[in-house]
């Protein structure tokens, strides 16, 4: 039995039993006995599980369905998302201290579908209770164990920490699980000390700015902060709900005090946020006094509008009353005063393009300009020092402006403001991006406003690099923000400042998504700060994902089709840039899998043709002769093909596991010249991933009209599940029908929600379905062109991601019905000249459920990392399959007749023809026999009784004339399997038609293509 636990040698306290019956410790940030990256808690499961108890009503026990050893910890009879194994971490984590929390799940066997799991650390102070994920969740199932867990650093002044493992329900149930080789290490931080680098501020012309709350007010992070920032925005303690307390009070958050105190102190601007949201603000600003919503009518208005004015101005005065008038002293310079009120999709009654939160139900339009009125008259006149000129820039910000549609709607309603006198300052853009985000759009979005009478910022920039993170990737985050910054360089005389949306990777609200900012959770600079400064960033490196999956080593695994599902790597020999080879990879826990095409057609001698392949150091060697060199498990089969040759080997792996990266090299060498896929002697990174979803589209024989209703097209159609739980618990699932006919794709999903709810103030909140489909599968992470998210509400109302959104909507015909116990969906998207049978195209499909106008699940067919609105890189792949044509029944002519011209005479006068009858099938091997005739410009030829020299065709048609059935003035129509080419031929078409007989069928008839008679 392994299982060890660490305990901290000083400030140890009683325990406590807590009601879920999980022990807590009553202090905690004691100091560890051990350093950095001790073990602290070690279960193998074997034969116990203590120190873990139960945390709700659940069954904890030892199973034998172990990962490894003799057992593994069995969770049952949970009846919550929270139930779980817990266990008290408050005296084993040291305050500030970084821990690495790790251990692998399954369902147990037989369970359907999968779960998300993932550990929560329930955080206990005297402000409450927090609950802060450990890395992200994982999908769980009965196939097998996947590893979960991540990084976790224990905040100061807690009186309670306690560690658990929760799981997201499946099909509306709560599902047992079972865990196994638990390990937590990690111990005091220790980190290095700020480095002594250039300002970010020191490089532009503009202030840089960067949101906080109070724990980057000292210490380390103050002194980073300092160094590279002129400027702090509040990122949650001056939002609407942050100035009140629960008895309705207006009174500061404590932490707003303390930002603008530190702002004071150290002569830094704030930049304020925000006075007016349809998020965090308290629920009673939109009720009347018994608590009932309020109406539209005159008397309710003016209640809000009263409220809106008062929350202004209590803002404002307590602001200018403890730092002085604005213009003077005081270092608020600029305010959001309205935030994200344009909405993400078209709107009707009226078309003007606004979000309908509860603000526009009750005021309308008008509670903008009512916001920007109330700001001016409290920042820019009531509480401005004398003198001072609109000391308090106002601003309109919003997310998403960076697309084409929204930004659309944005830019119209700004110009809508100003024409009517509106005091808007300035143009916020939040640039909440990632890396498939190319900087071009970001330029096109502060180019389109430059011609307004307003200033611009960018307000909440940050950049995901998508997790695992990777070396790889943090270098190419270092390109992104360079360019970034360089673009931002070129419009300085348009930027009022460019605020970055956290100080380190830790402190993000988008950390699990992969580290977006500029410095790393040891406040050391990342590739990221040297792009932002301009600075020399390291080369790229090679990445690639690898999805799961394996291909024997069988005759056929170079040509396995699993090898066209996805795009290929390529190999380029050095200099020209010519390809030489390209490659595609799988993963299995033991080795991964490579098949690897060669463009060589020149045999080396000597064995000087090969590939080889470098995993993490470990070095095979495949010839081209098939000879392996390489470490214990090393195998590999080659195929000779048109120009070249085709490997497929599998490469040794130890214990790979889902999220893990490896470092890999391809190697071709062709004689003396040796070309790879890195720069030599770099690895690049690959990401093992989930198996590839995917699906086989059928041909529909006829194309099913897009009313809503299920008509008899789908029956043939095969379908998916919607089974990956994004968000929440549970939620509406859908089971999805594709087809396709011509260039077009058709999707059929029926959505199993009972209750059906569009009330939310944002598309995707509402009651959807979304289609991601990447026509071509070219899996390129950012959006391209031909690339499309569409969003089906249940009230068929659409909306679109990323790219040209009216371009988007053209492509798109969609209708829905609402039936019992949901909803159906049915659409038609134009697959822009990239279909056709044995095409693949990537493809995913999502749920959103709403409920109350709020979104609480979402489940979707593919990406498991609910991204796909930032990449293509996880979605599916569909291909493309032609319909099975019926066996024909009878004679059928397979390949045409021919004519077949004279070798001496070609098709002059007096050369022979000769006709081929072409394949013909017949069922039941029935013999077949043909008749021929001859055809000029496509009319029978005739000639008179007496040009026929064939004695037995002569005999024949004399018969006829003598019976009276000949035809009239004796003009016969050629026959027989050979032609002479006569004088009156000479510049038409001949042809020949060919009639195939078989006993108890009907005749058919099929014609050659047409030669020419010419003359000599």
């Known amino acids: 039995m392994r299982q060890r636990v660490r305990r901290a040698v000083a400030g140890t306290a009683a325990a406590a039993v807590m009601a879920s019956g999980a022990v807590v410790t009553g202090v905690v940030g004691a100091s560890m006995a051990a350093g950095d990256d001790s073990v602290v808690l070690e279960n193998d499961f074997d034969t116990s599980y203590d120190p873990w108890g139960p945390r709700g009503a659940v069954t904890l026990e030892i199973s034998d369905d172990a990962r490894t050893g003799a057992g593994a910890l069995s969770v049952t009879g949970r009846t919550a998302e929270w139930n779980g194994p817990a266990t008290a971490v408050g005296g084993l984590f040291a305050a500030g201290g970084d821990y690495d929390v790790e251990a692998w799940v399954k369902l147990p066997a037989g369970t359907a579908g999968s779960a998300a799991v993932h550990f929560t650390v329930q955080e206990t102070s005297a402000g409450g209770d927090a609950y802060t994920w450990v890395g992200g969740a994982v999908d769980a199932t009965a196939d097998g164990w996947v590893r979960v867990g991540g990084t976790y650093t224990m905040p100061a002044d807690l009186t309670a920490a306690q560690l658990y493992v929760e799981a997201a329900p499946v099909g509306g149930a709560h599902p047992s699980f079972l865990v196994d080789d638990l390990v937590v290490t990690g111990g005091e931080r220790t980190s290095p000390p700020v480095q002594d680098l250039t300002g970010v501020k020191e490089t532009v012309d503009f202030p840089v700015g960067v949101a906080i709350d109070q724990r980057e007010t000292t210490g380390d992070a103050s002194e980073l902060l300092l160094r590279h920032f002129d400027q702090i925005t509040a990122e949650n303690h001056m939002k609407p709900e942050a100035w009140y307390a629960d008895d309705r009070t207006f009174r500061p958050d404590p932490q707003a005090v303390a930002l603008m105190d530190y702002a004071a102190e150290h002569d830094l601007r704030v930049y304020g946020h925000v006075l007016v949201w349809h998020s965090q603000t308290p629920e009673w600003f939109f009720q009347a006094e018994d608590g009932t919503p309020l109406t539209t009518s005159d008397a309710d208005r003016a209640v809000l509008r009263e409220r809106l004015r008062t929350h202004v101005f209590s803002v404002a005065g307590w602001l200018a009353e403890r730092y002085g008038q604005f213009g003077g002293d005081n270092p608020l310079t600029a305010f959001d005063v309205v935030n994200e009120v344009v909405n993400d999709g078209a709107t009707s009654d009226p078309d003007d393009g606004l979000r309908r939160s509860e603000w526009y139900r009750i005021l309308g339009e008008d509670f903008i300009d009512l916001a920007f009125g109330y700001a001016d008259e409290a920042f820019n006149h009531t509480y401005a020092a004398e003198g001072a000129d609109r000391p308090v820039a106002l601003f309109i910000n919003d997310y998403n402006t960076e697309q ?68 790889a990737n943090l270098v190419e985050q270092g390109y992104w923000y360079r360019d970034a910054f360089r673009m931002f360089r070129e419009h300085a005389q348009d930027l009022y400042s460019v605020t970055v949306w956290g100080l380190t990777d830790d402190r993000s609200w988008r950390a699990d998504s992969g580290g977006p900012l500029l410095f790393d959770r040891d406040r050391q600079a990342k590739p990221a700060y040297v792009g932002a400064v301009d600075g020399d960033v390291p080369p790229r490196l090679k990445a690639a994902r690898v999805f799961a999956g394996d291909v024997p080593l069988d005759a056929d695994a170079a040509s396995s089709a699993v090898w066209d599902r996805l795009p290929r790597h390529i190999v ?16 299995a826990p033991d080795h991964l899998t490579a098949q690897v095409r060669v463009t060589d057609g020149t045999v080396g001698t ?48 130890a214990g790979a596991a889902q999220g893990d990266t490896a470092g890999l090299d391809v190697q071709v060498a062709d004689g003396a010249t040796t070309s790879g896929w890195n720069t030599p002697g770099s690895l690049g990174t690959l990401t093992l991933l989930e198996e590839l979803s995917y699906l086989e589209v059928a041909e529909a024989t006829t194309p099913p009209q897009v009313d809503g209703t299920v008509d008899e097209a789908w029956a043939d159609a095969s379908a998916v599940t919607t089974d990956r739980q994004i968000e929440g618990e549970g939620g509406a699932t859908a089971t999805v029908r594709t087809l396709w006919s011509g260039d077009t794709l058709y999707v059929l999903a029926e959505v199993a929600d009972p209750t059906v709810d569009v009330s939310g103030s944002d598309p995707w909140v509402q ?29 068929n109302v659409t909306s679109f991601g990323t790219g040209d959104e009216a371009a988007q909507a053209a492509r798109l015909t969609s209708a829905t019905a609402t039936v019992d116990g949901g909803y159906v969906v049915e659409a038609a998207v134009d697959l822009l000249g990239t279909g056709g049978a044995g095409t693949f195209h990537g493809l995913d499909f999502q749920v959103n459920d709403g409920t ?4 609480t699940a979402v ?17 599916g792949v569909g291909r493309l399959v032609a319909a099975v044509q019926p066996e024909p029944e009878g004679l059928v002519n397979v390949a045409a007749p021919a004519v077949v011209t004279d070798d001496r005479k070609g098709t002059a006068p007096g050369a022979v023809l000769v006709a081929e009858p072409g394949e013909w099938t017949a069922p039941d091997g029935e013999r077949v026999r043909y008749t021929y005739r001859w055809l000029r410009d496509g009319e029978p030829v005739r000639r008179p009784l007496g040009a026929l020299t064939d004695l037995a065709r002569l005999l024949d048609l004399t018969g006829q004339v003598l019976r009276g059935t000949a035809e009239p003035e004796v003009l016969l129509s050629v026959a027989g399997s050979t032609y002479r080419v006569g004088g009156a031929d000479v510049g038409h078409e001949v042809s020949v038609e060919v009639t195939a007989h078989a006993r108890g069928l009907d005749d058919v008839t099929a014609v050659s293509a047409p030669v020419t008679a010419a003359r000599r």
């Not at 380029?572 to 993963?587: H, K, N």
């Not at 109350?852 to 979104?855: E, M, N, S």
């Open 404 to 471: 084409s549609g929204k930004q659309d709607r944005y830019l119209a309603l700004v110009e809508r403001l100003l024409a009517r006198g509106v005091p808007v300052d300035g143009v916020g853009h939040q640039f909440h991006v990632s890396l498939s985000m190319p900087v071009g759009q970001l330029e096109a979005a502060v180019e389109r406003f430059a011609d307004l009478p307003v200033t611009q910022a960018v307000t909440e920039l940050d950049v995901t690099t998508g997790t695992p993170e990777t070396q």
């Open 572 to 587: 380029t020999a050095d200099g020209s840039g010519e390809v030489v080879a390209d490659f595609q990879l799988r993963w």
């Open 606 to 653: 000597g064995g000087d043709d090969a590939v080889t392949f470098d995993v993490d150091g470990a070095t095979t060697t495949v010839g081209r002769d098939g000879t392996v060199t390489g470490p214990d498990g090393a195998a590999a089969v080659v195929e000779a093909v048109d120009g070249g040759y085709v490997v497929v080997a599998h490469l040794p792996l």
């Open 767 to 795: 009651d959807s379905v979304e289609i991601f489909l990447d026509a071509g599968n070219a899996k390129n992470g950012s959006y391209r062109d031909v690339d499309t998210q569409i969003r089906i509400s249940a009230e």
């Open 852 to 855: 109350a106008g709020a979104r």
């Open 859 to 875: 489940r979707d067919w593919a990406d498991p990392t609910g991204t796909g609105y930032q990449s293509t890189a996880r979605w």
